[in-house]
């Protein structure tokens, strides 16, 4: 119980505790900021510890604007680790992750320490790797939800329908529809998420993180049980996304659909960064091939 | 797909070829047949979706008429006077439903809606009663100069939603059971209070509270002792406003956000959801509403003590929710009406073969409300466990592009 975090996870007490903005410095952590100015989310030098274990150890990379970025790594490298502390969930015992904001050239804000609503209004949305729809709610409702996150309809608007209630019902609501028909379920908008079949699902939490209006989409994991016809849908989707202007951070255990859409890649083992770069040169890293692809690289 | 306009056929739309996905077609074939449900409500409420808004409106108003004409519901010869209540007066017990469906209305949307187990909830109906008894009664010793009903009411829902301001505040960061505790102990410490401080008068209680203002043209007041007609009309009418104010709550922003917090509250609040806010609104609203009902039950009955404020009426208004069906308005009516009806209709009605020579009858079988509702709440339970009415997500209006969405 001596951890923050831990104490988040097992009670919740942690809970939209006011935790101090840029936070998480440890002793002897000077942040090194990076020069570029097409630097999109910088991570520096991130460590994270449970306890005993160091599930992230001194990770540090820079996502730029407008890649599609790769983060892999065999099970329990902490690529999902590195994930919820980009999101709020996990606050770093070090280090600091800096988002630059909507448009190039915006100041840095330090993302750590703050709360999660607050990180996805900065422009940073996610999917999970085990699937989290609002299963009682419709798939537009479920869109609309992250279409909120953008709206200042008050408790008073909504009882006495005030205009803006309408303005931004009638907009969030076509906002919803369109990235529906984007991610491919449109005619399912008015289904109950839990009636939608898995492949669907994974689309809809694509279009509710889209929905927020994000500069940055972290996606975890999304072909994980996805036939090769499914993942090669998934893979024109994310390259769609991208051709929007959407940053795509991705998480992934498949080689091939990493290799095909990624333009730089970091390799993490054991909570350390191990390789970064291109994917033919990260491909033909000797590290990376000993911890994860265990085959040489014409396994692709 | 032959004929593309036949109804069990839902056609697709020429979508972009990238967006196809190839399980969706048998998928919205499937989903697009709703076979008949065996619970009649259900079929009635998707019968309900289907009717255009005309339709709809002649049935909300024919509900409401219905309503309002229920005390005449007694001179119905056969099936009315079995309906109405005997041992009690009937207009008293459709005052009685009326104000515990407010109540009910109330923690639908804190315990339905936001997905916060409250089992402190007569706790806040406490407080609108006992400010109205504070402020208006001759033996209220905090005023000198008593108030009218009227002018107590909005300060009695008022601390209503300031004491679940208060209470929510702290709590309602924490999860699941530790809000549940903390709500018991708050109801729990409101009854000692009303027991044990002596402002507060214990068992002697308050009486003399003045009833709703409002005169007949020949000078009697409309707000009487012995027709209690108007007060289940004046609670009807609070309840046909609490109705239009919930449901607009519930299809906007706010019923959305209350929604995902209940399903994934990490999730909500990635996606935005100011949890925490929003989680003390809902909690404020219920207690809004408890608070009106208490300063309605205090206007009709004139007399105030702490015997009203036991730990069962916080369970039995949750356990009216629950049977009815939480989330969901029409769940939350049927709830708290049959926990309101059932004892009253029960009382006067006597319980076989407990005939003693003190009391020949045998006992009156409202005693037994309880474990009635213990078993019918089983009962509910293991055959509809989302209750009588379950919770139903409405399908959007989605203006021009019906033909697009696929039927559910």
């Known amino acids: 119980m001596s951890d923050p975090n831990e104490l988040d996870e097992l009670t919740g007490v942690r809970e939209d505790a006011p935790v101090p903005t840029g936070g998480g410095v440890s002793v002897g952590f000077q942040p090194t900021y990076s020069q570029d100015p097409n630097v999109l989310l910088e991570v520096d030098d991130v460590t994270l510890r449970f306890g005993g274990v160091v599930a992230l150890d001194h990770v540090a990379f820079d996502i730029k604007r407008g890649e599609i970025f790769g983060l892999i790594g065999p099970n329990g490298a902490g690529k999902t680790t590195c994930f919820n502390a980009m999101t709020g969930v996990y606050r770093p015992t070090s280090g600091e992750i800096r988002f630059h904001g909507r448009n190039p050239g915006d100041k840095a804000t330090v993302v750590t320490g703050k709360r999660k609503h607050e990180i996805t209004r900065l422009g940073v949305a996610r999917t999970f790797q085990n699937i989290r729809l609002f299963p009682e709610m419709t798939a537009l409702e479920n869109v609309m939800v992250g279409a909120d996150a953008h709206h200042k309809t008050s408790v008073l608007s909504a009882l006495f329908r005030l205009p803006r209630f309408w303005r931004e019902e009638r907009s969030g609501k076509d906002v919803a529809y369109e990235l529906l028909k984007f991610v491919g379920i449109g005619p399912r908008a008015n289904t109950v998420a839990r009636n939608l079949s898995y492949g669907e699902q994974r689309r809809l939490e694509i279009a509710r993180a889209l929905a927020t209006n994000p500069t940055l989409l972290c996606l975890d994991e999304p072909a994980a049980g996805f036939n090769p016809i499914e993942k090669a849908d998934l893979l024109n989707l994310i390259r769609s996304i991208r051709d929007t202007g959407v940053t795509v951070l991705l998480i992934e255990h498949d080689m091939r659909l990493v290799m095909g859409v990624c333009d730089r890649l970091v390799v993490l083992e054991f909570g350390r960064k191990i390789a970064e770069g291109v994917p033919a040169v990260v491909r033909n890293d000797p590290e990376v091939t000993r911890a994860y692809l265990g085959e040489p690289a014409d396994a692709s | ?408």
């Open chain 2, 1 to 408: 797909m032959t004929n593309p306009s036949t109804p069990s056929e839902p056609t697709r739309p020429p979508g972009p070829a990238v967006d196809e996905v190839p399980a969706a077609p048998s998928a919205a074939v499937v989903s697009a047949q709703t076979p008949p449900s065996r619970n009649p409500f259900t079929n009635i409420r998707t019968w309900y979706a289907k009717q255009p808004n005309w339709i709809k409106w002649i049935v909300r108003l024919a509900c409401i008429a219905a309503a309002f004409a229920l005390p005449y519901l007694n001179s119905v010869p056969g099936i009315g006077t079995q309906i109405a209540t005997q041992g009690t007066d009937w207009n008293t017990a459709l005052f009685h439903i009326s104000y515990y469906v407010l109540l009910a209305l109330g923690l639908n949307v804190v315990v339905g809606y936001a997905g916060l187990l409250d089992l402190g909830y007569a706790g806040f109906f406490a407080v609108g009663t006992y400010s109205v008894a504070l402020l208006t009664s001759p033996d209220s010793s905090v005023v000198t100069h008593k108030w009218t009903w009227l002018a107590a009411v909005p300060v009695a829902i008022g601390l209503a939603m300031l004491s679940g301001l208060i209470l929510g505040w702290p709590t309602l960061r924490l999860r699941g059971d530790y809000l549940a505790i903390v709500t018991l102990g708050f109801a729990e410490i409101i009854r000692i209070f009303a027991d044990s401080l002596p402002v507060l008068r214990g068992d002697r209680g308050f009486g003399g509270i003045p009833h709703p203002p409002g005169h007949h043209s020949d000078g009697r007041p409309i707000f009487g002792v012995i027709d209690a007609k108007p007060y289940y009309y004046l609670g009807l009418s609070l309840v046909i406003l609490a109705i239009i104010a919930i449901s607009n709550l519930d299809r906007s922003r706010v019923g959305r956000s209350w929604l995902a917090i209940r399903e994934d509250e990490e999730a909500a609040e990635i996606m935005g959801v100011r949890t925490v806010k929003y989680k003390l609104w809902a909690f404020t609203i219920g207690a809004f509403f408890a608070g009106l009902a208490g300063a309605l039950f205090a206007g009709e009955n004139g007399f105030v003590n702490s015997s009203t404020f036991v730990l069962q009426l916080s369970i039995l208004i949750l356990a009216g929710v629950v049977m009815g069906g939480a989330g969901n308005i029409p769940g939350a009516i049927l709830g708290g009406a049959l926990i309101s009806y059932i004892p009253d209709r029960l009382t006067g009605l006597h319980m076989p073969f407990t005939g003693t020579p003190g009391n020949p009858q045998g006992t009156d079988l409202a005693e037994y409300k309880f474990i009635l509702f213990g078993l019918v709440i089983i009962l509910v339970m293991i055959f509809r466990p989302q209750g009588l009415i379950p919770s139903r997500r409405r399908a959007m209006e989605l203006a021009d592009r019906e033909k697009e969405v696929a039927p559910q």
